[in-house]
């Protein structure tokens, strides 16, 4: 009887065959079980991400617009400089509602044009 030795060297030195079928339901268990027995939650001292809730939240009559080194603000044509207050100003809701703003960051100046039946001295006030 002759010994086919050329079949068991190819057999043996061939290209390795890996089966991902088993290791993908192995890595599958161990995430899951990772996800179950760990604790998302966050403790006392640190920030969730989620929005604090207090007694400011809701409709308010203004709103803050920040931009970086503000130094002039005008109402239809009337200037209100004087209400800025850390690079920001208050700015009634209908302004924002019915009116227009015009926000030029690179000379720092806010430009608003507020509806008809508004008092220039309502449109804007300084943030507190």
Known sequence: MVLDTERYR???HGRPRFNMVPFI?????I??????????SGGAGEASGKPQISENTGPSEYYLIPV???RRVTVNGIDMS?????SAVAVHTRVIDEGEIIIRPREGAIIIT???DLP???AVKTPS
């Open 82 to 86: 004087s209400h800025i207050k850390n």
């Open 68 to 70: 970086a080194g503000l």
């Open 25 to 29: 339901d192995i890595l599958f268990t």
């Open 120 to 122: 220039v001295d309502k």
């Open 31 to 40: 995430l899951i079980f990772l996800v179950v027995t760990t604790t998302f």
């Open 114 to 116: 507020a509806p008809p």
């Open 10 to 12: 190819n057999k043996v």
